[in-house]
Nanobody, 126 residues
């Protein structure tokens, strides 16, 4: 019933910026956490950033200082602003969510999430 749909991916030159969006539906009111993950070709899916509803934010070192996660609770939308992109950021980016009752391993740990979007591709060229 819960659906997450990412958008905003595409191709960008090194040093450029993109803003990803994640539209969520099927939620009832209550506590939840949301996050962004990415999967680089040939590697495991890794956390990028996570945020609790009206709570703390956590960034992985890979995007710290360059990426900004935010949410609009009224619109049930999660965002990821990505600045100063490099080729190392090329990956499939996924939106994830989970209710607060799910066992917590950390906001950037995929084990903390149970709902996933289909992903949006980000390609950064030199």
């Amino acid at each position: 019933q819960v659906q997450l749909v990412e958008s905003g991916g595409g191709s960008v030159q090194s040093g450029g910026s993109l803003k990803l969006s994640c539209a969520a539906s099927g939620y009832t009111n209550g506590c939840y956490r949301m996050g962004w993950f990415r999967q680089i070709s040939g590697k495991e899916r890794e956390g990028v950033a996570g945020i609790d509803r009206d709570g703390p934010i956590r960034y992985a070192e890979s995007g710290k200082g360059r990426f900004t996660i935010s949410q609009d609770n009224a619109k049930s939308t999660l965002y990821l602003q990505m600045n100063n992109l490099s080729s190392e950021d090329t990956a499939m980016y996924y939106c994830a969510a989970a209710p607060c009752r799910i066992l917590f391993f950390g906001l950037t740990d995929r084990r903390s999430y149970v709902y996933w979007g289909q992903g949006t591709q980000v390609t950064v060229s030199s």
